[in-house]
């Protein structure tokens, strides 16, 4: 499935399953440019797909007002939230005034209060950075999902994995001896099995391997 295909199917899930008239509004006159893009160019080649994530999701303020998300993450349990919010450049940047600016700190304060993991991203780094961007979002992904891994890893496999996917890069032999306390020789033993079982894949070296990254 093409990005056209999977965001038209995603987008339809979600106008046939909201409820909330408010939402329900926005999302009939269609996500931002800046939030196409994200998923386009950062979202989908990443991850594949737009499982748990929901745009324009709403969130109450303080002064019992709402709010809206660029795209929230809710992979599970209410407990575990994460905000994506794209920031234009002109808006945010060149032409914030001291109003905005004020608004913007209020709006990240209360997200945080309320147990939002905060991921701003910028247009321009969409634009610029895509790669570094995918790392990100591979990154927000993994803080949730660190408790899940295959059942046949044995426990100092199954943390080299939560390791790797906290990780915004590459990790080498030297860095997990010292997480997990053991020896650099234990260490590579570990990295060369989930290489073999297709956990992790070598990222950079020929006859000596210097660092390993998550299979995506």
């Known amino acids: 499935m093409n990005f056209d295909q999977a965001f038209e199917t995603w987008m339809a ?12 509004e926005l999302l009939q006159k269609g996500l ?42 809710l992979p599970g349990s209410g407990s575990v939230k994460g905000a994506i919010e794209i920031q234009g450049y002109g808006p945010h940047a060149r032409d914030l005034d001291v109003r905005r600016f004020k608004d913007l700190c209020w709006r990240h304060s209360l997200l945080a209060l309320d147990g939002w993991t905060l991921l701003p991203i910028a247009y321009l780094s969409i634009v610029e950075e895509p790669k570094q961007c ?21 426990w100092l496999e199954a943390e080299t994995v939560r ?42 070296g020929k006859s000596r391997y210097r660092t390993y990254r998550l299979v995506r």
């Open 32 to 73: 931002g440019h800046g939030t196409i893009e994200f998923l386009r160019f950062v979202c989908f080649p990443a991850v594949g797909h737009f499982d748990h994530l929901y745009p324009e999701w709403e969130v109450r303020d303080f002064n019992n007002g709402y709010r809206y998300l660029d795209l929230a993450y």
């Open 134 to 154: 995918q790392q990100l979002v591979l990154s927000l992904i993994g803080k949730f999902l660190t408790a899940a891994v295959q059942p046949n890893l044995d």
């Open 163 to 204: 390791f790797a996917r906290r990780a915004l890069r590459p990790i080498s032999p030297l860095e997990l001896s010292e997480h997990l306390r053991i020896t650099d020789r234990h260490a590579r033993r570990i990295l060369h099995r989930l290489a073999h079982k297709q956990e992790l894949s070598v990222a950079s």
């Open 13 to 24: 899930r979600q106008l046939e399953e909201e409820k909330n008239p408010r939402r329900l």
